[in-house]
Each structure stands twice: as C-alpha cells, then as structure tokens.
C-alpha cells in the first residue's frame, strides 16, 4: 500500500516524499522493551545485593550475640521467638532505609519526568511553557503504577529484610549443639 500510495502521489506531485515513520515506531518500541529489561535486571540486581548484604548483617549479628542465643535456646527460647526477634529488627531498619530512599529518589525522578514530559504529551505551544516547571502539574502527571511503586517499595524492602533475617537465624540455630 504505501508504494502505490507512493507512486500516485509522485504522479500528482511530482518529488513528493512519503515518510514511513512505522519503522522509526518500531525502533522506538525495541529501545523502550530494553529500557524496560535493563530496569528489571537493576531492580533484580538491587534485591540480590539487599538480599546479601542483609544475609551477611545477619550473620554479623548472629556471632557477636552467639553466647546469649545459645543461652536462651538453651532456657527454652524457640527457634522462632529467636528468628523473629532478629528478623523484626532488620525488618525495621529496611523500612527505614527504603522509606529515606524513596524520598530521596523523588527529587531526581520529578526532574527526569519533567524532562521527559515533552514525550508524553503535545509539545509546548509556545517557548514561555518551557521555561520554569510548573511542579503542581508535573506532579499530576507521574503515572499511578509508579506512585503505587513508590509507596511499596519501604515495605518491599522490609519484607526482603525481614525474610532473609527468618531464613539465616533458622538455618544458624539448626547448627546449634
């Protein structure tokens, strides 16, 4: 269809150009799936290493207090009163250091959707809309999925915390004599 589309409006208009913007749009959609693969293998990336570091804490933890844990199990103490006792505790340090995160993150985030605003929308009428953010606006434009992101992700970061601290202390007390 388009090289007769093509050729009928040479025939009218002789050196007419038709543009076929239908590749530029698949080009487009390849860059924006790996956009998307690439910050799916960070946020992976980023759940490995809190998953790590939070093992490697837990054990810290878990030697510097071996004499007393001993002590409890030995009293009585249940492997899970011990896990979740550990586990509550880095479950609220990772709330704490998502929710710092978060906030932080919304700065730089407000500016790269401002700068990609010109992509979403029509493009400013005149120069004077480019000039100073209206930040009001702006903000009525982040899409919900990354609000519904934002707000999850302290507690994503506690889960992950709180998990990992449930799986080292239960494993570490199996070995208990």
Known sequence: MPTTLEHTLDTHVPGTIVE?????GERLRALANSLLACAGLALL????IATMITGLATRTGLATRKDIIKTLHGLGASDSYIAGRFAWRT?????????????????PLLLLLQMAAPFASTPPSSPAQLLPPDWQALAGTIPPD???ALALLPFVAAFICWFTTQVMVRLWLLRLP
Request: hydrophobic residues 50%; charged residues 5%.
């Open 45 to 48: 990336s980023v759940g490995g």
């Open 146 to 148: 990354m609000l519904l």
């Open 91 to 107: 479950a609220t340090l990772g709330f704490g250091g998502g929710l710092s995160g978060t906030l932080a993150a919304c700065l």
């Open 20 to 24: 076929h913007n239908a590749r530029w």
